[in-house]
């Protein structure tokens, strides 16, 4: 069984259009869809980055910059993670089908991680 990265992007996030009950709705249903793919044993770890925008590091051998991110060149950012298994791509599309992430206009972009 393949592993799968569904990697959480978004554009920066405006909480101030949530009530404070509204993102504990919205925690509650990570918490649930989470729960569900781990009762199935497909679940192979995940993590919601933090609000800071990192590092970006670019260039080749000796020759590189690092900047600090998010980048004005860039309306997305990437909120989090979850690694998944699943069969092939097909499966793996099924069970982030349902991942509250895409009620909000967001996407998720999955990418099968390398064997090691």
């Known amino acids: 069984m393949a592993q799968y990265m569904l990697l959480l992007v978004e ?9 404070p009950e509204g993102i504990q709705q919205l925690i509650a249903e990570y918490k649930n ?3 569900r793919v781990a009762e199935s044993g497909k679940l192979a770890g995940g993590a919601k980055l933090c609000d800071e925008g990192g590092k ?5 051998g000796d ?3 690092v900047t600090d991110g998010p980048f004005a060149e860039a309306k997305e950012i990437l909120g989090g ?9 097909d499966e793996a599309v099924e069970l ?9 206009g967001t996407r998720i ?8």
């Open 56 to 60: 970006y590091l670019s260039g080749t």
């Open 96 to 104: 982030a089908r349902d991942c509250p992430h895409l009620k909000y």
């Open 33 to 35: 869809w989470r729960n």
């Open 63 to 65: 020759d590189f910059r």
């Open 81 to 89: 993670y979850f690694m998944i298994e699943a069969a092939n791509y």
């Open 109 to 116: 972009e999955i990418r099968e991680v390398q064997p090691t």
């Open 11 to 19: 554009e920066p996030p405006d909480f101030s259009k949530f009530s």
